[in-house]
């Protein structure tokens, strides 16, 4: 079973920020990035559960080759995409969305 993927708009412009300063550094790393999220964005629709709770209901999954975390919460049959964000980055910034959301 599939469940319906939901890219919030903030998630949208992580993508979409590391995406141009992946491009500055070398054009083909922009588009691997874009790639592996992809990937990671495919596999939760298949299995969302497959990670636990980190903070309230909100999930985290790692990206391989990037130092990315995916931030997301799963609600009825929707996977909810918060927050695409570097792994060094102050954790309030992601727990702020998943508050809003």
């Known amino acids: 079973m599939t469940y319906r993927l939901i890219v919030k708009p903030e ?3 992580d993508i979409d920020e590391t995406k141009r300063w992946y491009r500055r550094q ?3 790393l922009a588009t691997e990035f874009v790639e592996e999220v992809g990937k990671i964005l495919a596999r939760l629709q298949r299995m969302p559960k497959i990670h ?5 209901d909100v999930r985290r999954t790692r990206l391989a080759r990037f130092p990315y975390t ?32």
Not at 52 to 56: E, N, P
Not at 70 to 91: E, G, K, N
């Open 26 to 28: 070398r054009k083909r």
């Open 70 to 101: 995916v931030f997301y919460r799963v609600v009825r049959r929707q996977v909810r995409i918060l927050a695409v964000m570097h792994q060094h980055r102050d954790p309030a910034a992601w727990q702020s969305r998943a508050d809003a959301d």
């Open 52 to 56: 636990g709770a980190l903070y309230k």
């Open 11 to 13: 998630a949208e412009a």
